[in-house]
């Protein structure tokens, strides 16, 4: 392509975002946070060579002060599935974590959050961007200088945008 060009993920049905990332408070305890720092790869690795699994795709980067993770996921049923699966990385990874924790209880902090989205209730934008995102987990769709985020996600069928797209 040439030119600016705006693009919009499309996807098909429902999906899951999850988003899951540590915050280590005690650098020093290196026995409490490496483990985690670890595990994440490969189970990422593992969810990669194994799309069956339903992750679509995960981008990692820095949020909330620590290392994190962005993961798009084909349903809640595929996320859950894997997250309680004995056969898989994450249980095992999981269990050591909880049992590091306990004899360390303030040194590294986890989080996530779990976002179910249903068929048309979201909306993407991307301005030569490369594939990262939604986009990535979906497919990409060219966009006409007429469309709006409120066309896009369907809170109104005919919108004007306030500034025209380059």
Not at 87 to 104: G, I, K, M, T, V
Not at 112 to 140: D, F, K, N
């Amino acid at each position: 392509m040439t030119g600016y060009t705006r693009v919009s993920a499309e996807i098909e049905g429902d999906f899951v975002v999850f988003l899951i990332g540590t915050h280590v408070n005690r650098w020093r305890d290196v026995r409490a946070w490496l483990p985690v720092f670890r595990a994440m790869p490969r189970m990422l690795a593992e969810l990669a060579r194994h799309p069956e699994m339903g992750m679509l795709k995960a981008h990692s980067g820095i949020m909330f002060g620590g290392p994190a993770v962005v993961q798009y996921w084909r349903s809640y049923e595929h996320l859950e599935a894997y997250s309680r699966s004995a056969q898989a990385e994450h249980l095992p990874a999981w269990r050591a974590f909880n049992r590091a924790a306990r004899s360390s209880p303030d040194s590294v902090g986890i989080w996530h959050e779990t976002y179910r989205v249903s068929a048309g209730q979201w909306e993407t934008i991307y301005g030569a961007m490369p594939e990262i995102g939604l986009l990535a987990a979906g497919r990409a769709v060219t966009l006409d200088a007429s469309s709006t985020s409120a066309t896009r996600i369907g809170a109104r069928a005919d919108d004007t945008a306030p500034v025209s797209a380059p």
